[in-house]
Nanobody
């Protein structure tokens, strides 16, 4: 069992930045691939970014590539999502997720554990 708790969401103007955090407990953090997904009202949950267990590699959705950075600090059992140059269309609930395999970074169905989500709202 893995518990994931997101934080760092909030209200920001277009062009601004936020740093989301996801704290993990219950398992050896370094053994998991970690992902970030988001879900806007009326839309399906979509992939944002993922980072593999060490040695780490990263992958990003085309919609956020160049504006988003995912990172992890295994000593703190925490994964981060740095959001820059935010747009109103980035408004969503952002979810942290974990999986024991690194084979399916972008597939939400392959993730085993999910956090409760944190709201990101970007105003125009």
């Amino acid at each position: 069992q893995v518990q994931l708790v997101e934080s760092g969401g909030g209200l920001v103007q277009a062009g601004g930045s936020l740093r989301l955090s996801c704290a993990a407990s219950g398992r050896t953090f370094s053994s998991y691939t970690m992902g970030w997904f988001r879900q806007a009202p009326g839309k399906e949950r979509e992939f944002v970014a993922a980072i593999s267990r060490n040695p780490s590699s990263t992958v990003y959705a085309d919609s956020v590539k160049g504006r988003v950075t995912i990172s992890r600090d295994n000593a703190k059992n925490t994964v981060y999502l740095q959001l820059n140059s935010l747009k109103p269309e980035d408004t969503a609930v952002y979810y942290c997720a974990a999986q024991s395999s690194s084979l399916y970074y972008t597939n939400k169905d392959k993730y085993d554990y999910w956090g409760q989500g944190t709201q990101v709202t970007v105003s125009s």
